[in-house]
């Protein structure tokens, strides 16, 4: 009964107080940011319909919701869902309405997720975190998703609002439990592969010739840096532990996930040195923001610049931004 007693506490306490911030909204940008730079830096009718052969929505009606997949709606003109998808990542990534643009965000990863011959993990995962945010989105009362909304005290909450409020925190946790679950997947299931197990997976990795660093200025460094026995093991072990610890960070209070978080972007990154994923980076580094992020307090964006006349100008930004100093 005490158990079920603190449940129903903090149930009420998440439809009392869950504040709307610009943690979640940074996600959604990233995440908008990293496909709108993959159609922008490459042909529609390469990414959908490699070397020109059959139709270009052949392969698009084999997959289940077919019917509103935006590349299969235009039929042959890739060029039109390329410029409206563009239109809307675009809406995405300033932040407007996402009440609105939710629903739109998702339907564009779900039909490049679904069409494009050329994929990585992020593609798939921003198509799933992108359907998990719908009910946040629908929920958020916000024009700019960069706004951090102040609960009005001694103002009573509605049963509506708090019905919003608790949709949104339990979108929110299944999100964090979605991710996590990622991470042990990926953490875990390297056991599995021998190269893995044995520490040299890393060296065969560099020296992918799709992936790995062949023909960049810094590949002869890598190449002698991962030869050593004991570097390369201790960089594919750790690769793996990290991963798990990433999992972990379920159990973990928020400033511990703080540093994880910093730690984690890190990690992405040095795969974009490693491996040029790039629009991988973005995705994770949203997925990171969506599990360990501020999502009480939000990101306080201030730098140290003193009553300058530009800070001014920022402060009447509808983006909500404070120009002082940078915290997260």
């Known amino acids: 009964m005490q158990y079920l007693k603190k449940l129903l506490a903090s149930i009420d306490h998440a439809a009392k107080d869950f504040r709307w911030t610009n943690t979640y909204g940074l996600a959604r940008s990233l995440m908008a940011l990293g496909l ?3 159609l922008l830096c490459n042909d529609i009718a390469v990414l959908i319909h490699p070397l020109g052969e059959g139709s270009p929505s052949s392969y698009i009606q084999t997959i289940d919701l077919a019917k509103i997949n935006l590349f299969n709606l235009v039929g042959a003109n890739l060029v039109l869902g390329k410029t409206i998808a563009i239109a809307i990542l675009t809406l995405v990534l300033i932040g407007w309405y996402p009440k609105i643009t939710g629903i739109f965000h998702w339907w564009v990863t779900f039909s490049f997720a ?8 992020g593609d798939q995962i921003a198509q799933v975190l992108t359907l998990l945010l719908i009910p946040i989105c629908l929920a958020d009362p916000r024009k700019w998703h960069w706004e951090i909304s102040e609960p009005e005290e001694n ?7 708090k019905s919003l409020n608790l949709l949104a925190y339990s979108s929110m946790l ?7 679950l990622i991470y042990f997947h990926a953490g875990v299931g390297k056991l599995e592969v021998e190269e893995w197990v044995n520490g040299t997976a890393m060296f065969y990795w560099i020296q992918n010739p799709i992936f790995g660093v062949d023909g960049e200025p810094h590949a002869e460094l890598f190449y002698q840096l991962f030869a050593n026995p004991y570097i390369v093991s201790v960089i594919t072990w750790g690769v793996i ?5 990433l999992f972990m960070a379920l159990l973990m209070n928020q400033q ?4 994880l978080l910093i730690l984690g972007i890190t990690f992405h990154f040095l795969n974009i040195v490693l491996f040029g994923l790039v629009s991988f980076f973005f995705t994770m580094t949203a997925a990171l923001l969506l599990y360990l992020g501020p999502h009480q307090t939000g990101i306080k964006w201030q730098m140290p610049v003193g009553k ?17 100093n940078f915290k997260l």
């Open 36 to 38: 709108l730079i993959t």
């Open 114 to 121: 679904n069409s494009a011959m050329v994929l990585d993990g």
């Open 155 to 161: 103002k009573p909450v509605s049963f509506y609002q």
């Open 174 to 180: 299944i999100i964090a439990l979605q991710v996590a």
């Open 241 to 245: 532990v990290f991963e798990v610890v």
């Open 256 to 259: 511990q996930k703080k540093r």
């Open 308 to 324: 300058m006349k530009w800070e001014r100008l920022f402060s009447q930004l509808p983006l909500s931004v404070n120009i002082k």
